[in-house]
């Protein structure tokens, strides 16, 4: 996306983003992308993989960039030119509170709330956009489905990361302020924290969920991934911590205890803050548990199947009510909210099995999502790996499918540039390894969705995996149109002869 900044936002002087600058233009965007770069904005040139962003700086400029950021490589690139050129030690650590100042920091008028964990980020920050609705707030949201203001699309061009990157970001909330957004939920990615995207801000309530088993293609091992999580609660980026302990859960809320205790929440399965118990599924889709807060009981309901659902519902309660929002207005906002692409039901006829579409794409999160959806019958799952992504993680993704599947095809999810049959052969490797598997390989991901559909009976399930709410597929150099949900629904359509 670009970072345009709202119509009628006033220019500011360089020197008040960065006092050291040699000169003082007004300033009024920022980019990191020379061919984004408008009259009168920033060009922040990074280092990267294939060359230094400075290499860029002549394009921007001649766009019209008034100033140039950049760190001492970069300076020694763009020796000479016409515009300031202000060098920072790290420019990534620094770019956020420059793009905070160019868009008149809107994070300060708006209660912000960050959610971190391998999985279930996007259904809490949902879940908390219910709440903070229920109670009459404007709420805004940042992550995997989207930019979205009180549920609904905002029109900019869509960002491709779960994080904007910091311009993107601090832009967005201009946006949403200007819209009349009073609060927002953001999903702060471990990509999002490494790389300072969430530099500028300090959110209200930060909120842990879990650490699992992914990205260790960028971060290299699960100790840096771990650091990278651990980032969000620090002071500088977090007022309140919301800690879910779990054992990753447990040294954050150990670090942040030894600094700041008054700020921090803690939700468990005992020994905590807010202690949940007691979950039982109600009806097909959906559970309810009990939390314990202070000697107070309360009823926890969603409208999502699964223990691990209910853990984000009560991190989700925790930080509503720390933001103030009172109990049974956020139990209530809870109960109603809907995620699509999480635990979705996606045909609905008593002839048809229960065919569900759910984003889970790691190891962990396909065992949660399996082990809740085989209570409710024998499971055929769909499952892919997508391509350029952490492939360590394939042959244990295709393990647990295998043992937690009535049978399983394997099929493709975002192959990327890489060989779809090579992605798919390393999770062979691990299902065809479980005694007794039933497993097909059937590459085309929309055969793989009518098989399985047209393979498993009305008592039965039907579990598509990986892509969620997605609407394209990545295949090498282009994007087709996909939507999981969509195809199972034509495919019911076509077996029952309606289509």
């Not at 879940?127 to 979205?148: H, I, S, W, Y």
């Not at 006829?349 to 065992?367: G, K, N, R, S, Y």
Request: hydrophobic share 45%; proline share 5%.
């Amino acid at each position: 996306m670009n970072a345009l900044p709202p119509a009628g936002r006033a220019p500011v002087p360089l020197q008040s983003l960065v006092p050291s600058a040699s000169a003082n233009p007004l300033i009024s965007g920022i980019s990191l992308d020379s061919r984004s770069v408008q009259p009168g904005w920033i060009y922040a040139a990074l280092p990267g993989s294939r060359a230094h962003g400075a290499s860029y700086a002549g394009q921007a400029i001649a766009a019209g960039a008034a100033a140039v950021v950049t760190d001492e490589e970069g300076a020694r690139i763009v020796d000479d030119v016409a515009v300031p050129v202000v060098v920072l030690p790290d420019v990534r650590a620094g770019l956020g509170v420059i793009a905070a100042g160019v868009f008149g920091r809107p994070a300060d008028d708006l209660l912000t709330l960050g959610v971190t964990g391998t999985n279930g980020k996007t259904t809490t920050v949902q879940l908390l956009a219910a709440g903070l609705e229920a109670a009459g707030r404007m709420p805004a949201t940042v992550g995997t489905l989207g930019f979205l203001l009180a549920g609904e699309s905002l029109e900019t061009e869509r960002s491709t990361v779960t994080t904007p990157e910091a311009p993107d970001l601090q832009a967005l909330l201009a946006h949403f302020l200007a819209a009349g957004a009073d609060s927002v939920a953001l999903e702060v990615s471990s990509h999002a924290l490494e790389l300072h995207r969430v530099g500028g801000l300090r959110f209200d309530i930060a909120g842990f969920l879990n650490l699992g088993h992914d990205h260790l293609d960028f971060h290299g091992t699960p100790e840096a991934y771990f650091r990278a999580k651990r980032r969000l609660f620090d002071p500088e980026l977090s007022r309140r911590c919301v800690i879910w302990l779990d054992e990753h859960g447990s040294l954050i809320a150990e670090d942040v205890r030894a600094v700041r205790q008054a700020d921090l929440v803690t939700v468990g399965f005992e020994d905590a803050d807010y202690v949940l118990g007691g979950y039982r599924p109600q009806g097909r889709l959906g559970g309810v548990a009990s939390v314990t807060r202070g000697g107070e009981r309360l009823e926890l309901r969603v409208a999502l199947p699964g223990q691990f659902n209910m853990i984000d519902a009560a991190v989700a309660l925790a930080m509503l009510e720390s933001a103030g929002i009172s109990t049974s207005v956020a139990l209530a906002g809870l109960a109603r909210a809907q995620v699509p692409g999480r635990m979705q039901r996606v045909v609905f006829d008593d002839e048809a099995p229960l065919i569900i579409v759910d984003f889970a794409h790691t190891p962990q999160a396909v065992a949660a999502t399996l082990e809740t959806l085989g209570q409710l019958g024998p499971v055929t799952t769909v499952l892919g790996c997508g391509g350029d992504r952490d492939a360590r993680k394939r042959p244990a993704m295709g393990r647990v499918a295998a043992e937690l599947s009535s049978s399983l095809i394997v099929t493709d999810d975002n192959p990327r540039s890489e060989p779809p049959a090579e992605i798919r052969a390393a999770m062979l490797t691990g299902a065809r390894a479980v005694a007794g598997s039933r497993v097909v390989e059937i590459g085309d991901r929309q055969e793989a969705i009518e098989h399985a559909i047209r393979s498993t009976p009305a008592s039965g399930v039907v579990a598509i995996l990986g892509k969620g709410h997605e609407r394209g597929q990545i295949l090498a150099d282009r994007v087709v149109d996909f939507s999981d949900a969509l195809v199972a629904r034509s495919a019911w359509e076509r077996m029952r002869g309606r289509a």
